[in-house]
């Protein structure tokens, strides 16, 4: 199976400009979660969607926001960018079967350049 | 919320040495915790991990430890070689949030030749 796809890839924005970033999981997966990667604070968990739903939110500002697809892709949106925005995005994608805790594949993620 | 601490944050090793990298985590309700390797300009890629029914879980050179009652655990590379060199995360996940993981700071390991 091919695996998490991320695009774009590299991206650079400016100050209070929004970016729209996608994620298109493993196929037949039907979780999708967001994380954002900087050097500062490490990896931390955005929102989590499951069937078209967002099932957990993280601690970030309503200028985040996210939402899936009846095919399970994500998008992710960030309005009024602000320099700290800059960081890696990156995607994970789960089954989304069951109760128990599943393993999460990770995108190859999208660089976010602020200026 | 759930607070993971990793240790150390820079670990050296000389090649076929052994590493041990340990987390601790706050919430005892955490009963799924993953291991996760990042090389420079990749993606994290999951190496092992271990749910909270069982202490200690092995998958060839790598290993994991979780102590329930101490809310730690231990990622162990033995025979360590270059190719090891990578960031180690070690998260955890809560019940009831499956899919919503709490990262550790990472270690640098670096495997000297």
């Known amino acids: 199976k091919a695996g998490v796809t991320q695009t774009p890839r590299y991206l650079i924005k400016t100050r209070g400009q929004q970016v729209t970033l996608s994620c298109s999981p493993i196929s037949g997966h039907r979780s999708v979660s967001w994380y954002q990667q900087t050097p500062g604070q490490g990896l931390q968990f955005l929102f989590e969607y499951f069937s078209e739903t967002q099932r957990n939110k993280g601690n970030f500002p309503g200028r985040f926001s996210g939402r899936q697809f009846s095919n399970s892709r994500s998008e992710m949106n960030v309005s009024t960018l602000e320099l700290g925005d800059s960081a890696l995005y990156l995607c994970?994608?789960?089954?989304?079967?069951?109760?128990?805790?599943?393993?999460?594949?990770f995108g190859p993620g999208t660089r976010l350049l602020v200026l | 919320g759930e607070n993971v601490e990793q240790h150390p944050s820079t670990l050296s090793v000389q090649e076929g040495d052994s590493a041990v990298i340990k987390c601790t985590y706050s919430?005892?309700?955490?009963?799924?915790f993953p291991w996760y390797k990042q090389e420079l300009g990749k993606r994290p890629q999951l190496i092992i991990d271990i749910r909270s029914n069982v202490g200690e879980k092995k998958d060839q050179r790598i290993a994991v430890t979780l102590n329930k009652t101490a809310k730690h655990f231990s990622l162990h590379i033995t025979e360590t070689q270059p190719e090891d060199s990578a960031v180690y995360f070690c998260a955890a996940s809560p019940t009831g949030s499956a899919r919503q993981l709490t990262f550790g700071s990472g270690t640098q390991l670096t495997v000297l030749p």
């Open positions: 994970a994608s789960s089954p989304g079967r069951g109760q128990l805790q599943e393993t999460q594949y």
């Open positions: 919430d005892s309700a955490s009963n799924y």
